[in-house]
């Protein structure tokens, strides 16, 4: 008999302001995560925490994550096009305000971010995301503990 597939976490980790919660989160259920940048970052030592540290360059890191992520994994990310690739391998993305990006969400946040980015490529002011707030905080504890319990249901291991 094969065991089920272990849920991995995959975090863009370069602008993300949800890392210690993740490493909380990982801990009680005992999570792999690979902490993905292009420069180092500090990660627990006492856990399975892995740092990956890629080349400078365009979407390095997303081509990283990208080429990883698979069903019942859990990407970790602000970014949109890395959401979609992500959600299109049939793993779940997560951005670290706990927006699910699903099959659903991603068309409408692509051409959303698509919109704004052709809004500023003509000089326009769009005044760019609110700050992140203890409230985003707590409802991305919320939505990863939702998915983790979520993939647990599906038949993933933990």
Known sequence: MTSAKKVLIYIDADACPVKDEIYKVADRYRLKVFVVANSFINTPRDMDVERVIVPDGPD?????????????DIVVTQDIPLADR???????????????????????????????????????QTGGPRPFSPKD?????????????????QGFSV
């Not at 905080?137 to 249901?153: A, G, M, P, T």
């Open 60 to 72: 390095v890191a997303d081509d990283w994550i990208a080429e990883r992520a698979v069903p019942g």
């Open 86 to 124: 992500v959600v299109k391998a049939g793993a779940l993305a997560l951005s670290p305000k706990g927006k699910v990006f699903d099959e659903a969400s991603i068309g409408m946040a692509l051409a959303t971010r698509n919109l704004m980015e052709d809004l500023r490529s003509f000089g326009e």
């Open 137 to 153: 905080r707590s409802q991305f504890l919320q939505k990863i503990d939702q998915i983790i319990q979520q993939l647990k249901r």
